[in-house]
């Protein structure tokens, strides 16, 4: 194809988006981007190339892991990952940037970043209502990780970024996500007492998911099958439960949001809590969460062994299995978990937890 019939292509494909984009958002406008391109059929990356709404966007030429690791170069930014029903936002720098094979690592004061590059393959620069941001997605064109420049950010070096990198529209072609995978539940004995010899066995929480692997055995069914002192199924209230009373003693967490390409990471306290609607909030200066508590299916108590003690987390999923948010007591390697935190999580259970 030449390059004159690439951009005609493209402009008449963007042309068409946007006048059915503009209906949708006339007849429903207060649907979000991401309500906005299901609705239509069509992904996210593709309303954003198109430049729905008042949005413009500029194509960023280039790997976008190269793109990410100069984000630090940008200086204070507010960082942001999603899922379908929890947003994390967190305001910081992207550094120090390191690497432990694939996975990429952000392990700031502030930004607290776990990266899993395979999966990323579109980039874009993107101004809406008044705010810059670069946005990158998947091969199925769903926001992996969002970055927007803030009053504090080095403007000079966000605009050098995206002019370094900008390239000419074309159309990004997706496809389709594939649907988590369904896990049996673990119903013979002998599977049953192997999860929980090898759960009981753990000395790190990294260890949980490489375990789950080794026995080929998904989370959701991992956790029905050990036991409630292991695991224990709680009302779907208690993330609402949790936060407000974290929020009234002070006692600092640590909120995990992740998607297929992105874990994002807040420790500390939380404060300002509000509900909108089904979203349930936390408003702080510089950390910002929105979980839709009407999306929770299962909600879990989990409680695993460590070199350090027992550590225990407060587990959501979705209907379809996702992991929605994973918050623990903050705590780092070395340091037993804050009794605060073990206190508040067992009086939850109905029954008691092993210590």
Known sequence: MTQAFMQTEFANRAAALRARHDTLQREQPKQRARQRAQTLGVSEAELVAA?????????????????????????????????????????????????????GLVLGK????????????????????????IQFFDAAGTAVHKTYRTDATNGPAFDALVARHAGDPIWPEVSPAAAPAAHAPLTDPSQRQALRDAWLA????????????????GRLAALEAAGDD???????????????????????????????????????????????????????????????????????????????????????????????LQCFGARKPGKPELQEWRALMTSLCATPLAA
């Open 51 to 103: 430049a729905c709404g008042d949005l413009r966007s500029t194509r960023l030429a280039g790997a976008p892991k190269d793109i990410f690791k100069a984000l630090g170069e940008l200086g204070p930014v507010m960082a942001l990952t999603r899922n379908e029903w929890c947003v994390h936002e967190k305001h910081g720098e992207y550094l120090p940037y390191s690497e432990e094979g694939p996975v």
């Open 110 to 133: 502030e930004i607290d970043l776990r990266v899993f590059f395979r999966g990323w393959t579109h980039a874009y620069a993107v101004h809406e209502a008044g705010r810059d941001s």
């Open 202 to 217: 753990l000395r790190d929480t990294h260890e949980f998911h490489p375990m789950l692997r080794r026995l080929e055995v």
């Open 230 to 324: 292991l695991a224990q199924r709680v009302p779907d209230t208690v993330a609402q439960t949790m936060l407000e009373t974290v929020a009234q003693s002070g006692t600092p967490i640590m909120c995990f949001v992740a998607n297929d390409g992105m874990v994002q990471i807040h420790t500390g306290p939380v404060k300002t809590l509000r509900r909108t609607g089904p979203w349930f909030n936390v408003l702080d200066a510089d950390f910002n969460l929105h979980l839709n508590t009407e999306a929770i299916a299962q909600s879990w108590i989990v409680n695993k062994p460590t070199a350090d003690g027992w550590v225990t987390s407060l587990e959501l999923y979705a209907a379809d299995g996702t992991l929605i």
